[in-house]
């Protein structure tokens, strides 16, 4: 059973930056972050692959976010910058152990964590 806990939300205004967190609990074979913004359906922000270090992002990221993980491949964090209105939303991260699926499809992470709120005023 891997555990992930989120860390990092709150309220930040048009414009700022917010740094998100999740820690795992074991070895996965990629991460990702999901979001679901208020009366929307989860939707795909962005993946990670621990082997090589290589990132994958939803369109609408249009270079204002970057995943990373730390060496000890025990947290992968989620910078966000340029936050709007619309980043508004529940960020969720995810674990996959088994590598099958797209990356951007949720079907494809076994493990959520709890979420974590971000909220953008104007």
């Known amino acids: 059973q891997v555990q992930l806990v989120e860390s990092g939300g709150g309220l930040v205004q048009t414009g700022g930056s917010l740094k998100l967190s999740c820690s795992v609990s074991a070895r996965t074979i990629r991460m990702a972050w999901f979001r679901q913004p208020p009366g929307k359906e989860r939707e795909f922000v962005g993946a990670f692959y621990w082997y090589f270090r290589s990132t994958y992002y939803a369109d609408f990221v249009k270079g204002r976010f970057s995943i990373s993980g730390d060496d000890a491949e025990t947290t992968v964090y989620l910078q966000m910058n340029s936050l709007n209105s619309e980043d508004t939303a529940v960020y969720y991260c995810?674990?996959?152990?088994?590598?099958?699926?797209?990356?951007?499809?949720?079907?494809?992470?076994?493990?959520w964590g709890q979420g974590t709120q971000v909220t953008v005023s104007s």
């Open positions: 995810a674990a996959d152990v088994d590598y099958r699926g797209r990356y951007d499809e949720a079907g494809a992470y076994e493990y």
